[in-house]
């Protein structure tokens, strides 16, 4: 062994020296480049963790969203057909409450009509009666040649009403 060191020229005490040195190098190599490169690794890791793990919860809660949009969508077109509907029902009453209403109307006034009609028919004949009375009055004065008294007149023409 000896040959060997001599023929490598190996000093113990360089290489004593030169491990208390790599042991020193490393220590602080560890602390101020490992352990806050382990730190940040770490807090980059958590930071990408929570980062996948928001966009999943995003993505569920997009989903959720979206079946929620569509449900909401599909209940206002449905409600929106409903009164549709309804207001289609209620326009369809009212037309059929309107003709109800106009033809009571209708039938009204043909029955004040026939009322009017028939006063007025009652009117005439009345007045037609009383022309005839008259006519017939004179064509007697004319016969008889005297004028007869107010009396006879309203005699004959109740009788002659009465015919």
Known sequence: MD??????HIDWKIIIAQSINFVIVLAVLYFLLVKPLKKLMSERTGTIEGGLNDAKANAELLANTKKEYDQVISNARNEAHNIFQEGKKDAEAKKAEMMEKAK????????NGKKVLESEKTKIIDEAKQEIVSLVVLATEKLLETHPDKEFEDKSVNKLKKI
């Open 104 to 111: 009571k109307e209708v039938d009204n006034m043909i029955i």
């Open 3 to 8: 040959s060997f060191i001599s023929t490598f």
